[in-house]
Structure formats: C-alpha cells, structure tokens
C-alpha cells in the first residue's frame, strides 16, 4: 500500500498540481474542495474517478476550513501519512474587503486542523505541510529574504498567514509534530486563478492579440515579485515533508521582475513591443511594434494585418481602483536552504513560466471565440 496524502484547498492550483505528483508516486490522494452549486473541479476534472471505481487513488470530501468538526471528521476517517494545508483566501486585494473571514479561514483554519491532528492522536502518524507566503515580508527588512528575516505583513491576508505560519511553529515545538511552513514566494501557471496578477495579463494580452480587448487596466506596474512555476514548487512541497526533522523553508527562484517587465514579456510572446510611458495613474503601454514571423507562428496569421493597423495604440492603463491600501513593493527570496537541505531548485526561468502561460491562454482564448461563434467541437487549428 502507498501513503495517502490529504490536500485541503485540492481544487486550487498547487492542489491540482500537487495531487498529480502525489499519484504518479503511488499515493491515495483525498482532497477537501468546498460545496459549490456549480462544479470547481476544473483543475483535477482529469485525476477524477467515479466513487463506484475499485482502488481509487483520487477520493474526494466536502469540507471548510472554518468547519472545526468537519475537519476533524475527514482527518479521523481518512487517516493520513501526509497532510497539506492548501487551502485558503489567498487574494491579497480581496483580503481587504474580507478581512474576517480571510482570518478564519487562513489562520484559525491551520489551527482547526492542527488540532485536529493533535486530539484525534495522530501526531506519530500525520506530517503536515502548512502553505506559507512570502506575503508574510510585507514591508521587507532584508534583500533577499530568508528563513530568518523579519516579517512585517501589509495585508489582512499575510497577517491571517502570520497566525498560520506561527501556530504551526508552535505545534511543532508544543507537541513533537512533524509540521513544518513552506514559505513559497510567487508561483504561476496555466491554472493561476484568473483574477491573480500574472494570470490577468496573460489572459489579457491573449484576447488583445486576437482583437477580443482593446486594453487592460492595472494597479502598481513597478512593484517586483519572485515568480517560479507552481509545477515546481508542490515539488519543494513533497521534499519538505520527507525530511526527518521538520523545519521552514523559503521556496523561491532568487530573481525579482516587476509587472510592467512581466506584460512585456507577455506582449513579446507574441511578437509585439509595448512601450510605456508616464508616470504614476497617468502611465500607459503602448503597441510601438510587431515581429510578424512570432505574431504569425503563434497568434496566427489571419490576425497580422488587422493587428498592424493597431500599431501606436495604448493597449496597458492604470486603474487606481487596483491599488493596495498598503503595498508591498519587492519580494525576492534566498532559495540557499532549500536548495542545500532539499536539493531543491526550479526547472523553469520565468520566460518559460510566461510563455507557457502565453501559450495556453491564446489557445484558450480561440477555443471561446470558436465555440461562442457556432463551433460543436475544437477542430485541430486549435491544439
């Protein structure tokens, strides 16, 4: 018999990723998504098997973090070797606007659960991983940041992981649990949540491309964040549990990019320049050109002439309403611990990041507009 891995939060993108790895290992992967009146699975539709299947590897449990005897429920029957904590309210912006519940669920959530652990006698038995942020260094005291540097959040959220990534600490010291915080800096991929920053500008960029925007509008373009690939990191995350003793880990590329540089990139995949100009709320990115051989290969060809003619046309604003009360304006880590402990270290750059996330919004992209006109099914144009 393999292990068995519960993943709460399976549905998000590191659960999705992660519960794949998990499987391709050998494990029973049960994972805590939320009741929901239309279908979120998206993510794991293709790792699902019919509850009536013989030794199923995919089982999976309604549950919420804010739900105490839930939690001690799925734990208790499900008896895991592996426990990872996934689940949260992890939108930094709509933090604001939900303070208390970004609290229960991401902070007293990871108590729920560690309790859970605790009373039902499992300390022996269930390692935990707790999914912490680089959020947590907010108003940064160090560059780079490391295990050891200070945490100072700026948003309800990095103060509700605070919590989290504290009483995991304490659980571990209090009680002998092998519990231990991954501290991911900024992982992407094709299943980041739409209204996350990079996710938005490839998806953006894609519909501009193929004439379905005119423009997308931004909040700060000179803040800088540490991007790696989600595929790599729930890798760390797997490490970080196989390790004899517990212990906290930053888990980051060591290369720091704003998100005016990252719209760019984005823009380049598919053959166009932009460049910005202004200041402040009054900024713009404009079309200044097109390489017709990458805009023909990966756009396609029909969209060149149509698209020339937009050339000097303003394609990035800035929107105030996307501003942070309090912002965080660097974010790079120090991967040195992960990468001599775990023998840890990313697989991707982040112009592999972008183009793989360029490359399937275009995709996804033209496969809407497809079936919106009239389409019953994705003809081969559009793999």
Sequence with gaps: MGKVALITGVTGQDGAYLSEYLIKKGYTVHGIKRRSSMLNTDRIDHLYQDPHDENRNMILHYGDMTDSMNLTRIIGDVQPDEIYNLAAMSHVKVSFDTPEYTANADGIGTLRLLEAVRLLNLTEKSRIYQASTSELYGLVQEIPQKETTPFYPRSPY?????????????????????????????????????????????????????????????????????????????????????????????????????????????????????????????????????????????????????????????????????????????????????????????????????????????????????LKNGGYKILNYFE
Aim: hydrophobic share 40%; glycine share 8%.
């Design 158 to 370: 990095a103060v509700a992981k605070l919590y989290a990534y504290w009483i995991t600490v304490n659980y571990r010291e209090a009680y002998g649990m092998h519990a231990s915080n991954g501290i991911l800096f900024n992982h992407e991929s094709p299943l980041r949540g739409e209204t996350f920053v990079t996710r938005k500008v490839t998806r953006a960029v894609s519909r501009i491309v193929l004439g379905l925007q005119k423009k997308v509008f931004m909040g700060n373009l000179s803040s800088k964040r540490d991007w790696g690939h989600a595929k790599d990191y729930v890798k760390a995350m797997y490490l970080i549990l196989q390790q004899d003793t517990p212990d906290d880990y930053v888990i980051s590329t060591g290369v720091t990019t704003t998100i005016r540089d990252f719209i760019k990139m984005s823009f380049a995949e598919a053959g166009i320049t932009v460049e910005f100009k202004g200041e402040g709320e009054k900024e713009e990115g404009f079309i200044s050109a097109v390489n017709e051989d990458i805009f023909s290969k990966v756009v396609g060809a029909e969209h060149l002439d149509i698209f020339k003619k937009r050339i000097g046309e303003s394609v990035v604003g800035i929107d105030p309403a996307y501003f942070r009360p309090t912002e965080v304006d660097i974010l790079i880590g120090d991967n040195t611990k992960a990468r001599t402990k775990l023998g840890w270290e990313p697989t991707y750059d982040l112009k592999s990041l972008c183009q793989d996330m360029m490359l399937h919004d275009i995709y996804l992209m033209k496969k809407e507009e497809y």
